[in-house]
């Protein structure tokens, strides 16, 4: 399996699959200099053992752990010792680096320790290792998609545990509008606010300058209305339109910080209801 993960997120930049044959056929360059030609990150098309050595030692865990888990997964793997005795039989030239062996055990620590590979229980031996379906949608969905989740694996207030089980899910669209739906509660709550005050128009009346119910009166009236408008453009930009249309998140990582950033928003409140 080929891990393909562009590092940008217009699709009119992307490159076609047919392009990159084409660039792979009429270049001489190493894998990750072919990566960057067709503007991709280092792992982008290429396969764990096509890196060099060098390359291997300098890449992120979390993006060396998804090649070795793509390796392991294309080749069958059951077994951890045995994959990495294979790998001293087919890549001995790799594993003579100093310190790369120890850069892989870092990459299936970080795997188990994320349970994108978990124990067989229905072997006997203790390295029998299978890929699970965590890891599965890791090589399906990439890198942007699993740097995402890393995000969210902060601790996030309670209020928003469903957004972030929505995020692992992949239903970005529904995590990042509970997400706001949240902060747009909580506002309502602190404000005793009617329900029928929603959206950007409850902001600005619980955030009105001079005399709005969570409005600092202590504060600059320029900052008064900084928090004003911090929170209605929040709600307007992330929570308004999913109420009215099906609103696209292609890229995992907005997502995340959008509902990170609901959670700013949600600390912010409780600071001020201390």
């Known amino acids: ?29 190493s894998p990750a200099a072919l990566a960057t030609t067709l503007g991709l990150d280092s792992v982008g098309h290429v396969e764990l053992w096509d890196h060099t050595p060098a390359e291997l030692g300098t890449l992120p865990i979390p993006d060396l752990a998804l090649l070795v888990l793509a390796d392991f997964q294309q080749r069958g793997g059951w077994n951890a010792r045995n994959w990495h005795r294979e790998n001293e039989q087919w890549h001995e030239e790799h594993l003579r680096t100093p310190g790369l062996e120890n850069r892989l055990a870092e990459a299936w620590a970080w795997l188990e320790a994320h349970a994108l590979v978990a124990a067989r229980f229905d072997q006997s031996s203790p390295d029998a290792r299978q890929v699970t379906s ?32 929505q995020f692992l899910q992949g239903d970005y669209e529904e995590a990042v509008f509970a997400a706001f739906r949240t902060v747009e509660e909580t506002v309502r709550r602190q404000a005793s606010a009617d329900l029928s005050d ?77």
Do not use: C, W
């Not at 949608?137 to 890198?143: C, N, T």
């Not at 009105?208 to 600059?220: S, W």
């Open 134 to 165: 965590e890891g599965r949608r890791a090589l399906e969905l990439g890198l942007a998609r699993l740097h995402a989740a890393v995000r969210l694996e902060g601790e996030l207030l309670p209020e928003l545990e469903k957004a972030r089980r």
């Open 198 to 274: 929603l959206g950007v128009k409850l902001m600005r009346r619980a955030f009105k300058p001079h005399g709005g119910p969570l409005t600092d009166p202590e504060a600059e009236v320029g900052e008064q209305d900084a928090m004003s408008n911090l929170f209605a453009g929040a709600i307007g930009v992330f929570k308004n339109p999913s109420s009215h249309r099906t609103v696209s998140y292609d890229d995992p990582t907005i997502a995340a910080q959008a509902v990170l950033f609901a959670d700013l928003l949600l600390r912010i409140m409780a600071r001020r209801g201390d």
């Open 1 to 29: 399996m080929v891990i393909r993960v562009p590092t940008f997120a217009d699709p009119s930049s992307l490159v076609s699959p047919q392009a990159a044959e084409q660039s792979n056929e009429e270049t001489q360059s």
